[in-house]
């Protein structure tokens, strides 16, 4: 009998057939009631008394929202396609609500870039049970109802008419309510601008949108040369040996937990033991990799950087390459965003160095492993950077070896809110531990090879890391609301006395101005500087070495006046 039952009721399952219309309507209401969470917590949590004008106004968001995702489905529901787009957003959608709810993330253009360029091994690292949940609870489950569901078939006459209907009504809905609430509804979304980056799956849509239609617009673009003015001037040199630089870019390693800045742990035993220079007040381009990493090697400053002019443009290494100087590109980590496309690269996150790697990645430490057979024959100066796999999240766990689990006990699972907080920060922890002795490493490497060359090392982190403060969870928080923890990330350089003095540089005056503000827009400018690089795309104001040289070469500073720049400004 049970069995005939369930025969019956799926046979009157199958024979429900629904206009155009109403399943637009009705995949409206299911995606702003069931996927929108993190979006009503967020509206509930804000700051209001309660009064029966507040009642009225959130139950109007809430038709105001129905209204609006409605448009969506009806814009996007074409004859033959409507079922297959609606399960391709639903499945979506169960996804970004994930990712909302369990890590307080929001999603805007350049959240989803982040998504079309991470890895396959970064994607792996995101996989979870928790995710599955979501997506078999709000994604395979309603695919399938959807998938069942029959589309009654209409004239296209009778068609068109209903879905003009449709949309006249949904546009009085928000008329209605914007002529009601709108003075209420532009000062709720002019004081939270992060509300609209919640709204799934409007989010996600106009976000990819966004995205999709500039990256089409750029796809098979030729950077246009820069600094085609550049001219290398010679400084007197106190030897005849060639300057080795590295820069070592770290990954997701927030200011914050640097001993080096303050913080209560010991997170840098050998750093502190060494020389260096700490800008200790050091802001980011970005709050991911894929802003973060090429913007910090471009003429751009943050304020006037966009995806769109990282493909346009040649930069920092590609000046370099040009006066003559030797410039390498070692990664273990998912790729350098276009920063090193024109220069020598090699990729070792997929190496087979028993000691150092295991079956899913590489520790940071393989970035010098046969580094030594490149510089061996070097006659020129020689600029490389290391780019990490850092502090990446949020398997914090395997970012380093076991020996340098000195804060315990740490959260073993990229489940990040599964854990307590305290869990979370001493894995974290663990990695900068971890980034301090590799980064010790590197200048060992370079005090090895003083005898052949002038030596010095630089490092800064492409973004910070929220573990768990305000319910934050790893990175790309959009730029206006995202935390310090996400924006402020170290920044030191260590130099060879030989370097030092080679290059002119006062390393006490750098010591007297290391808690000045900077940030990565310095940093093009700035290596320009310490190279004695001449041109036009030189910006003195930006080098944070200028008004600590002494017997500055001709450098152009043509700029240093007439540009609003963003971070240090030094005079001589």
Known sequence: MMKNLLVTNYQSFKSIQLSAVTFSLLCALTLVLFYNASLWRSIVALPYQFSLWNLGLFISLFFFLVALVNILMLLLSIPYLQKTIAIAIVMTAASSSYFMD?????????????????????????????????????????AIVIWRLQLKSQTLVKALLSRMVAFIVSFAVIGIIALMYYQDYASLFRNNRELRHLVNPINFISATQS?????????????????????????????????????????????????????????NPMLSQRSIVNFSQTSACGTATATSLPCMFSKFGRDDYSHAKSKQYEGLLDVLSQVGISVLWRDNNSGCKGACNRVPTELLSKNTHSSLCNSKECFDEILLVKL??????????????????????????????????KFSPICKTNQLQNCNQQEIVNAYDNTILYTDHFLNKVIEFLEQHSQQYNTAMMY??????????????????????????????????????????????????????????????????????????STNEYNKGLDIFSSCRTNEPRLLASKSNNNKVKGLKWTN
């Open 460 to 533: 800064i982190s492409d973004h910070g890391e929220s573990l768990g403060e305000n319910g934050l969870y790893l990175h790309g928080a959009p730029y206006f609301l995202a935390p310090d923890e996400q924006t402020q990330v170290p920044f030191f350089l260590w130099f060879s006395k030989e370097y030092s003095q080679n290059n002119s540089v006062d390393m006490n005056c750098l010591l007297n101005k290391k808690d000045q503000a900077v940030s990565q827009d310095n940093l093009f400018h700035s290596i320009l500087g310490l190279h004695n690089i």
């Open 102 to 142: 369990s890590y307080g993330i929001f999603i805007d253009k350049n959240m989803i870039q982040n998504t079309f360029e991470t890895d396959i091994s970064e994607a792996t690292e995101l996989l979870s049970l928790d995710l599955l949940l979501y997506v078999a609870i709000l994604g395979i489950f309603p």
């Open 372 to 405: 030594a057979d490149f510089i061996s024959n070097l006659e020129q100066d020689a600029f490389i950077v290391l780019h990490q796999k850092g502090s990446h999240g949020p398997a914090y766990y395997q970012r380093y070896p076991q020996a340098f689990e």
């Open 211 to 267: 995205f999709t239609s500039k990256l089409l617009k750029l796809e098979n673009i030729t950077p246009q040369k820069i600094a085609q003015d550049a001219i290398r001037y010679p400084v007197k040199a106190t030897n005849l040996k060639p300057n080795l630089s590295i820069l070592v870019v770290g990954e997701t390693a927030r200011a914050a937990n640097f001993s080096l800045n303050g913080y209560g742990r010991n997170t």
